[in-house]
C-alpha cells in the first residue's frame, strides 16, 4: 500500500489564532500557560485535520512558537550567554533569542533571522560558540511533542533538523571563529540520544530534515553526511526508521552522499521543484530504500493536477514497487495558508483552482490512493480535479491574447535607455537642478492610525472614494509641507494610499486576485498575506499617476514617482504554475512601463522602482540556472523603465548591500541613482563599487530606520565620511536605508534634519 504524508503544517491557526496569542502574551494581556494551552489546542486542532483527512504520516515538533530553527537551538542548549545569564523561563529565553527584549533591566538584541532557503520565511541563526557545549534539553520538544499526539490518539512522524543542516545554517557567534561544521562530533552524541528517547516514546518513524543537500555545499559539509548517518544508523533497533527530507530544490548534484546512507529507511525528495531528478535519486536507492515523493506542492496554492502527479508516482513505483513509495507534499506546509474554506469572498471560478494546507492534506489522500487501489477508488474525485484543470487551462483570465500578443512584439532595444549615462545625467542635470548630496527619502513617510481608520472606512465602504481621495490630498499635502520644512531636495509624495507595496499594484491590475484569510507565516507572529497571480497581467488605467501628479502641482521640488518592479510583484505574490515565471515578470514589466511612461507624460521627471525582492529570486545554486534568472530579472527592470527620455531620471531601491555574488546583475540595471541598505552593514560593502568603476549615482542609506532611535548629526556625517573612501562626492546620495512607514512623526522629523544638516555641511566642504 502506498502511504501519504505530509512533511509539516502551517501552525499560525485558521484565523492568526497563534499570532494573537503570542502578541497578546508579550503584551502581557495572557499568561504563558494560557499561551502554552493555545499551542497544545493548535497543535491537537492539526493533527486532527490530518488525521480526519486520512493522512497516513502525520507530523508532530513542527509546530513552533516563533520558529523551529529557534526550537532547536533549546533543544541541543546553544544559548548564548548574554540570554542565559538572565535564568529567564525557557519560553522568554526563546523569545529574547528571536525577538530580543528590553525590560527590568534586561536589554538584548535578537539573534540573526534569515531567509529560509528562496522562502519567504525567516528562521534564526544557529549561533555558535568557539568552545560550544551541546546539552540535549531535560524534556525534549520532539518527545513531548510525540507524547501529546499519542496521547491523543494520533501517532506522529517526529521532525526534527538534520545535524549538517543546523550546523551548516549556523555561524560562529559575534567575536567567535568557530567554523559551525567542526562541532558535528560534539553533537551526534545528542541526535543518538533524542532518536533513542523518541523511539522508547514510541515513535516508529522520525523525519530528518537535511534540506542543506540542495545547496552547492562547501566540502567539510557534504563529508559530514557520512559519519552523521553512521553514528544514527548505529542506532538499529534501538531507534527508528529516518525518513530523510529534501525540498527546494534537487540533490543530483550531491547524490554521492545517499551511498553513504544506507542506513536511512527512505528519501524525501521535492519533486515539484525538480521532477527531473527522480530517476536519478531512484538508481542511488538501496535496495530496500523508500522514496518519499515530494509531488504537491508546499510553497504555491494551486490545486495539484491529479493526473500529472500520479503518472510521477506510477512511474516512481514502476522502479520501486507499491511498498516503497510513499505520497508527499513537497515541502512543509508552512508556507501555504491554512484554508480555501476561510475564503468567502473568492470569486468562484478562480476558488475552484486553488488548495490550501487543510485542502492538500486530501490531495495526498487521494493521489494515494488512486495509486494503491487504481483510479476507480477515486473515480469522483479524479473527474472534479480534471475538470478544474481544464477549466483553468482554457479559462479567458488565464489567457489574453492582447497580452501575448505585445509579448511577442517586444524587442530588444525597448530594454535599453536612449543614450548612456552620461549624456542621460547632463540632460536630467538641467530640469532637476540638483546640489552635491541630494537628499531623498525612499518613499512611505509614517503610515499613522489616522491613514489606517480612514483606509479601513473606505474599504468597508463607510466613506466615498470622494471622501476619501481628500483624505490622502491632505495627507500629500502635509508630507510636502514637512519635506519643505526639511529643505529636502527630491520629495516623494508619501504613498499614504497604499495598504502594501504589492497588493496595491496587484489591486490594480488585470490578472490578480486577493484573499481575505490566506496569511502565511513570515517570522516570529508575522504574516503575509500574498496576491495571487491567476492570468495574464495587464493594467486596465494608470495606477499612481493622480497621486504623483498632485503632489508635483503642489511644489516646486522634483517630485519622485514611486513604483513597485516587476521581479518584487512577482515574488511577493502566489506566481502562477502553468507559465514560466519569466513570462509574469515580463506582463507586470510591460505594465509597469506604461506607468513610468505615463508619469513621465504627467511631469515626473524623477522615478523609482523599487526591487528589494529581487536578491531573493536568485537561485539556491550557483551555475546556470542563476545567470538564467539574472537574465530575466535585469531585462524585466529594464524593460520596465526603458521607455523614458534621456531627461528623467530613474531611481531603483534594495533594502540590502551585499552585492557581492551578483554585483554585475546591480550594474546592469543601470539606474541613473540606486538607494541601499548601509546603515546596519559595513561601509567597506561599497568598496566593489570602486572596483568595479560604476559610474553612476547611489545612496548608501545613512540611518537605520528599523528603530525608533534618533541618529545624531556627528553619526551620519561619519558615515557618509567613511562612504567617501569608496564613492565620490559627485555620486553620493542622502537617504535613509528604506521607506519610513514603520516609524512614527516625531523620530521621522528629528532624523531626517539630522540628515539634511550632515549633507549641507558637505555641500559646504566639497
Ligand atoms: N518605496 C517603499 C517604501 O518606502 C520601499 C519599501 C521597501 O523597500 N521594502 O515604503
Ligand atoms: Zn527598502
Known amino acids: 500500500m502506498v502511504q501519504s ?136 520538544k520532539p518527545v513531548v511533542e510525540f507524547l501529546e499526539a499519542k496521547a491523543a490518539g494520533i501517532i506522529t512522524r517526529p521532525v526534527i533538523l538534520g ?73 538499529g533497533a534501538q531507534g527508528p526508521r529516518i525518513t530523510l527530507a529534501t525540498y527546494f530544490g534537487d540533490i543530483v548534484h550531491n547524490i554521492n552522499v545517499l551511498a553513504d546512507l544506507q542506513s536511512l529507511h527512505s528519501i524525501h525528495i521535492d519533486l515539484v521543484r525538480n521532477p527531473e531528478q527522480l530517476d536519478a535519486v531512484v538508481a542511488a536507492l538501496g535496495p530496500k530504500q523508500v522514496l518519499s515523493a515530494g509531488i504537491v506542492d508546499g510553497r504555491n496554492i494551486w490545486k495539484t493536477n491529479f493526473k500529472a502527479a500520479i503518472e510521477k508516482v506510477e512511474n516512481a513505483i514502476q522502479k520501486l514497487g507499491k511498498d516503497r513509495v510513499i505520497v508527499a507534499t513537497s515541502s512543509s506546509l508552512l508556507h501555504v495558508p491554512h484554508t480555501l474554506a476561510s475564503e468567502k469572498a473568492l470569486d468562484a471560478e478562480v476558488r475552484d483552482w486553488f488548495s490550501f494546507a487543510v485542502e492538500k492534506a486530501a490531495e495526498v489522500v487521494v493521489i494515494a490512493k488512486a495509486v494503491t487501489e487504481g483510479p476507480a477508488a477515486v473515480r469522483e474525485q479524479l473527474e472534479a480535479n480534471a475538470k478544474s484543470v481544464q477549466a483553468r487551462a482554457s479559462s479567458a483570465r488565464t489567457n489574453d491574447p492582447a497580452v501575448k500578443a505585445r509579448q511577442a512584439s517586444v524587442t530588444p532595444e525597448m530594454h535599453n535607455r536612449k543614450s548612456a549615462f552620461p549624456e542621460r545625467y547632463a540632460e536630467q542635470t538641467k530640469t532637476l537642478k540638483l546640489p552635491l548630496f541630494p537628499t531623498t527619502t525612499i518613499g512611505s513617510f509614517p503610515q499613522t492610525k489616522e491613514i489606517r481608520i480612514q483606509r479601513n472606512k473606505f474599504t468597508k465602504g463607510e466613506i466615498t472614494p470622494e471622501e476619501y481621495e481628500k483624505f490622502i490630498e491632505k495627507e500629500i499635502q502635509d508630507v510636502v ?152 530579472a535585469v531585462d524585466s527592470f529594464k524593460l520596465s523603465t526603458a521607455g523614458v527620455t534621456d531627461g528623467t531620471q530613474i531611481h531603483s531601491h534594495f533594502c540590502y548591500s551585499e552585492f557581492q555574488d551578483f554585483f554585475h546583475a546591480i550594474a546592469a540595471l543601470d539606474a541613473d541613482v540606486l538607494s541601499i541598505e548601509n546603515s546596519k552593514s559595513d561601509a567597506k560593502l561599497l568598496k566593489v563599487f570602486i572596483d568595479e568603476a560604476y559610474p553612476r549615482h547611489i545612496g548608501p542609506g545613512v540611518y537605520d530606520i528599523h528603530s525608533p532611535r534618533v541618529p545624531t548629526e556627528q553619526e551620519i556625517k561619519d558615515r557618509i565620511e567613511e562612504m567617501l573612501a569608496y564613492l565620490t562626492p559627485q555620486q553620493l546620495w542622502c537617504n535613509p536605508d528604506c521607506g519610513l512607514k514603520t516609524r512614527g512623526w516625531p523620530e521621522t522629523k528629528a532624523a531626517l534634519t539630522a540628515m539634511v544638516n550632515a549633507a549641507k555641511y558637505f555641500r559646504q566642504k566639497y
Open 481 to 632: 509641507k514637512i519635506q519643505e520644512e526639511l529643505d529636502l531636495d527630491v520629495f516623494v509624495h508619501g504613498e499614504p494610499e497604499r495598504n502594501d507595496m504589492v497588493q496595491y499594484f496587484g489591486e490594480r491590475l488585470t490578472g490578480y486576485v486577493f484573499t481575505t484569510h490566506a496569511w502565511v507565516q513570515s517570522y516570529g507572529s508575522r504574516c503575509v498575506r500574498p496576491p495571487i497571480i491567476v492570468g495574464d497581467i495587464s493594467r486596465p488605467a494608470p495606477m499612481t499617476v493622480k497621486e504623483s501628479k498632485f503632489a508635483a502641482s503642489i511644489s516646486p521640488k522634483p517630485m519622485k514617482g514611486m513604483l513597485t518592479g516587476p521581479i518584487t510583484c512577482l515574488r511577493w505574490s502566489f506566481p502562477r504554475d502553468d507559465v514560466h515565471q519569466s513570462v509574469q515578470a515580463q506582463q507586470l514589466a510591460l505594465a509597469l512601463r506604461d506607468e513610468v511612461v505615463d508619469l513621465e507624460a504627467a511631469g515626473i521627471a524623477v522615478i523609482q522602482v523599487d526591487e528589494p525582492a529581487l536578491r531573493e529570486g536568485l537561485p539556491l545554486r550557483a551555475g546556470d540556472a542563476r545567470a538564467a534568472y539574472l537574465k530575466w
Open 163 to 235: 545535524p549538517v543542516s543546523f550546523l551548516t545554517l549556523g555561524k560562529a557567534d559575534r567575536d567567535q571563529t568557530v567554523d559551525p561544521i567542526s562541532l558535528l562530533d560534539k553533537l551526534l552524541p545528542l541526535y543518538v540520544e533524542l532518536l533513542s528517547k523518541l523511539k522508547a516514546a514510541g515513535a516508529e518513524d522520525v523525519q530528518i530534515d537535511e534540506p542543506v543537500l540542495v545547496f552547492d555545499l562547501a566540502e567539510k559539509s557534504k563529508a559530514a553526511f557520512k559519519p552523521a548517518y553512521e553514528k544514527i544508523g548505529a542506532l
Open 5 to 140: 504524508s505530509i512533511l509539516g503544517f502551517p501552525r499560525m491557526g485558521r484565523l492568526r489564532d497563534l499570532k494573537k496569542a503570542t502578541e497578546a502574551y508579550w503584551a502581557d494581556k495572557i499568561s504563558r500557560d494560557e499561551l502554552l494551552a493555545e499551542g497544545k489546542r493548535l497543535r491537537l486542532e492539526h493533527w486532527k485535520i490530518q488525521k480526519d483527512a486520512g493522512v497516513d504520516v502525520i507530523p508532530s515538533n513542527d509546530f513552533a512558537f516563533y520558529d523551529q530553527v529557534l526550537d532547536h537551538h533549546q533543544l541541543f542548549g546553544t544559548i548564548p550567554e548574554r540570554y542565559s545569564k538572565y535564568n529567564l523561563n525557557p519560553l522568554d529565553e526563546y523569545f529574547a533569542m528571536g525577538r530580543g527584549l528590553q525590560k527590568e533591566g534586561i536589554d538584548v538584541p535578537s539573534l540573526e533571522m534569515v531567509k529560509w532557503f528562496d522562502s519567504n520565511y525567516h528562521y534564526v541563526k544557529p549561533t555558535l560558540q568557539d568552545n560550544q557545549e551541546f546539552k540535549l534539553a531535560a524534556e525534549p
